[in-house]
């Protein structure tokens, strides 16, 4: 409610005139309808104020609320639309605020890691994903995978969780990084050689050799389906 509004409906609520209201409060009648037409050019002062919330025999409340409103109608209109846009700012700033406390809560999904032929992990996550029940979330990472190579176990476009600083046991599945490239893959190891394998047998093993570059990133902990 604006500042006339509110201060005709205590006036009529009384059952006063504008005359008899401009008496009690002392000022002119002329004065009073420009306040309550919200046409006056000096606002009333503070006094004039004090003086209404008394003949209207406002509550400690609604002489608040009423002062209130009368600064509203006092405070020219352009610093009116610079507090709107610094409320705003304000409000934009307390969301951002609370996301960034509530980050430790989720999981980085990363977009790819191949299921296939091998291609580069993106460094930055495409988004963060709810998995109630896990525990020491800070070591987990969940990436979108792409290929068949390991259907049947992992499909086409599944979103796997994994753990990082893991060590894998021999045949446990893993995401790798072989030469650069990252691949998801089971991972088999012998007297003789380490090999990552598909579960598919249409693809190949890849054997590590010596001079290969090879990092075990994490542990595959389930295949997710539903993430919130």
Known sequence: MIFKNFLKKKREELGYSQNKIAKLIGITQSYYNTIERGEVKNPPSEEVLENMAK???????EARDFKYLAA???????????LKKLSKIEKSNAIISNEIKDIDKYIPL???????IGAFTDESPVDFISIPG?????????VNVKGDSMEPTIKNSSIILCRKG??????????????????????KVTGNYIALISDNPNY???YIGPGDEFIAVGKVLKVINDIQ
């Open 55 to 61: 003949v209207l025999n406002l509550s400690e409340k």
């Open 110 to 116: 990363y977009s790819r890691i191949s299921a296939g």
């Open 72 to 82: 509203i109608e006092r405070t020219p209109a352009i610093i009116l639309e610079e």
């Open 166 to 187: 893991v060590d894998l046991r021999n045949g446990e599945i893993g995401t790798f990084i072989v030469n650069g490239e990252s691949y998801v893959k089971r991972l």
């Open 204 to 206: 190949q093993p890849i």
């Open 134 to 142: 896990v525990r020491n979330i800070e070591t987990l990472f969940a």
